[in-house]
């Protein structure tokens, strides 16, 4: 059970976040409702009557502006300019669903702090969605579609824990490739995440648990770190090549499936206990093991009043009242997922909102597949969302049938887990989709190349659960604990390496089928994939000759790789550096 104060502090959290979503909220419905008049002022900016020489510039700016690509949105020093820019420009159309340009540079031109302000809390607020909705509900759906299916625990470690825990990097990859045509950004978020944990995560881990002398299985950490140089090696013949064409794809993400083979045969003919995997299932640690403290969260309303009125020194009454407070101002974030992701676990059951989710959750569907299209008349927009209803209904009749108020069901579960599991994906794409587009919208506020933020914030945001977990798993968890946290550490980044860019490449690919899909051209990523695999290589040859122990020269040793290759790359994207021909900074 979590302490009053561990759930004090995700209270906290919990509603700051919450808040925040208000008040951006309130912000955007204003700026949309009330937008200035821009437009007018540049009319009149342009063909007012001015020196010759002063009226010939207006006129080329506008020129520029009409012609150019969104690369040029730096020149422009002006943030009138700067709005209009991003409002006649193709290339500075959002990726998403909300124009963070035309906020940033219309909205909030003259108070440009305020507009960073907004933004970066934004993006904490999508961070904070993402890893929640593969916590609470992804992970959850897995986690019981490995019962229902009767998984062994190497193949469900393998396969669902690598699904679970690399979900928001996969679904980064394939927006940033299908949806925001900024494959850049896709493949070195997935990257820097690999580095980021198979480096720092592991890093940490050996020099906080030197002490201990403990040691990993060899057998199951060389053929983790084997694979995963294959895999690198594999991408790298790729991006050296230039295209992929689709069976290209089909075989690099193959790798995956012959390496849970390998494991699988492994655990059954040589009986291997003790690899990260098996562990993983025979042990019950959850799909995300930083939810654990999210968990306890889902009590009684009693026990939770009681908690805070003991932490607060509050009166019974009073506090009972802040806890509907509370509970309500969690609403905003909690319950549009709540609405359309189908639970039927026994502590969060609940029979109206299992009726709406599956009523509800068709119509998400339509809304989403509206929005995929391009072009999409009135009359086929209006014809997908009367079927969607008339199928949320349906079902929503079925649930309201078949279903107790006590008990979530106890037969024919699978239609009930494939849709929380198909809804999660669905939500996780939409957040997943947005986070891709304010980052590269945040790239060209800045002035460095979207795939910088995605090689660091992204990589650091959707891998800051595995630090945590990780790393508390090896303090607390004994021999065992280090050994499910290592085989994490290179088992998952293998699996977003090689499903998350396998799929964002097959689907590229088939788009263009039979023609071949060219690879972005990004002379850092041959950076990127050295610096990754010297690290793999430090740690094949320092683990072996310290009998498998992990100990500080390991750890030092990964930090000291990752921080000069972090320090490279950061100069270069800032213009201090210029290795290939242009700094590159855009």
């Known amino acids: 059970m979590a302490t009053s104060p561990s759930l004090f502090r995700f209270k906290k959290l919990s509603l700051f976040l919450n808040l925040s979503f208000l008040l951006l909220l309130t912000l955007y419905l204003k700026t949309n409702l009330f937008p200035p008049n821009l437009n007018s002022t540049l009319f009149h900016l342009s063909y007012n009557i001015r020196p010759p020489t002063t009226t010939i510039s207006h006129l080329r700016r506008l020129s520029d502006i009409t012609t150019n690509g969104c690369t ?141 002398r403990i040691s990993v299985d060899k057998c199951s950490f060389i053929r983790d770190a084997l694979f995963f140089l294959f895999s690198l090696f594999s991408l790298l013949l790729i991006v050296a090549i230039g295209k992929i064409n689709l069976w290209g794809a089909i075989c690099f993400t ?122 999409v008349s009135l009359r086929s927009g209006l014809v997908t969302y009367f079927t969607a209803g008339l199928i949320g209904m349906v079902f929503g009749n079925l649930a309201c049938v078949t279903t107790k108020k006590s008990s979530p069901p106890k037969r024919c579960l699978f239609p009930w887990l494939a849709g929380g599991f198909l809804m999660s994906v669905t939500w996780t794409y939409i957040i997943a989709e947005e986070l891709v587009s304010l980052l590269v919208s945040l790239g060209h506020i800045i002035g460095i190349n979207p795939s910088v933020l995605g090689l660091t914030v992204l990589a650091w945001g959707n891998s800051l659960g595995d630090l945590i977990a990780n790393v508390a798993m090896a303090i607390n968890g004994g021999a065992d604990g280090a050994q499910i946290a290592i085989s994490g550490c290179y088992a998952g980044p293998m699996f977003n390496v090689l499903m998350g860019l396998g799929l964002s ?66 100069a270069r994207a800032f213009g201090l550096l210029n290795l290939h021909g242009s700094p590159f900074k855009v």
């Open 72 to 212: 040029g949105l730096q020149k422009y020093t002006d943030n009138k300019y700067k709005c209009f820019y991003v409002k006649t420009h193709i290339g500075c159309r959002p990726k998403g669903y909300i124009d963070y340009l035309q906020i940033f540079y219309c909205n909030f031109g003259q108070f440009p702090i305020l507009g960073h302000f907004v933004l970066l809390l934004w993006l904490l607020v999508l961070f904070y969605l993402l890893g929640n909705t593969a916590a609470n509900y992804f992970c959850s759906s897995l986690e019981s579609l490995s019962k229902i299916l009767k998984l062994s625990p190497t193949i469900a470690g393998v396969t669902l824990l690598s699904l679970g825990n690399g979900a928001p990097d996969v679904f980064a990859s394939i927006v940033s490739f299908t949806k925001s045509g900024n494959g850049d950004l896709g493949l070195n978020s997935v990257l820097g995440g690999a580095f980021f944990v198979s480096s720092i995560v592991v890093g940490i881990i050996s020099i906080v648990i030197s002490s201990h």
């Open 505 to 570: 490449l097959g689907f590229s690919s088939f788009s263009e089928y039979p023609s071949s899909f060219e690879i972005p051209g990004d002379p850092s990523l041959y950076e990127t994939l050295g610096f990754l695999m010297a690290g793999l290589l430090w740690a094949l040859v320092i683990l072996p000759k310290k009998n498998m122990r992990l100990d500080k020269s390991l750890g030092y040793g990964l930090l000291t790789i990752y921080f000069c290759f972090l320090f490279l790359r950061l």
């Open 254 to 375: 193959s790798i995956y499936f012959v390496y849970v083979c390998v494991v699988s045969a492994m655990h059954f003919f040589c009986g291997d206990k003790d690899n990260g995997a098996g562990h993983v299932g025979e042990t019950g640690i959850p799909l995300l093991g930083y939810i654990g403290e999210e968990k306890p969260v889902l009590k009684s309303a009693l026990e939770e009043q009681d908690q805070i009125a003991n932490f607060l020194n509050l009166n019974p009454e009073i506090c009972y009242y802040v806890a509907k407070i509370v509970h309500v101002l969690e609403l905003p974030l909690y319950l549009p997922r709540r609405l359309t992701i189908p639970v039927v676990s026994e502590e969060s059951w609940s029979k109206p909102y299992a009726v709406l989710s599956v009523t509800l959750a068709p119509v998400l569907l339509a809304a989403l597949a509206n929005t995929q299209r391009e072009n």
